[in-house]
């Protein structure tokens, strides 16, 4: 069961970052990698099965770098500075 969950962020979509970047008012939203392994040791949380990394426009105009952490399947989404 926990090797399955380790390759459960294959099952997470890029769509879920950009909606969640989306609806905090991001804009120009490129993701531009993905991380699927030992996500814990990476900045996310225990649920947390994925990691994106996005270069958007934040709501105040300025080009930043952020990750966007998933979970799956029922779990959002957590935008964290880089």
Known sequence: MA???NFA???VPESKATTALQTQGY???QIVDRAWLAIYWRGGAADDVV???AQATNP?????K???YAG???KGATIRSK
Do not use: E, H, K
Request: proline fraction near 4%.
């Open 60 to 64: 105040i105009g300025q080009n930043v």
């Open 3 to 5: 090797i399955a969950y």
């Open 9 to 11: 962020g294959f099952l």
């Open 27 to 29: 804009s120009n939203i």
């Open 72 to 74: 799956w399947p029922f």
């Open 51 to 53: 990691r994106f990394q």
């Open 66 to 68: 952020v990750y966007i």
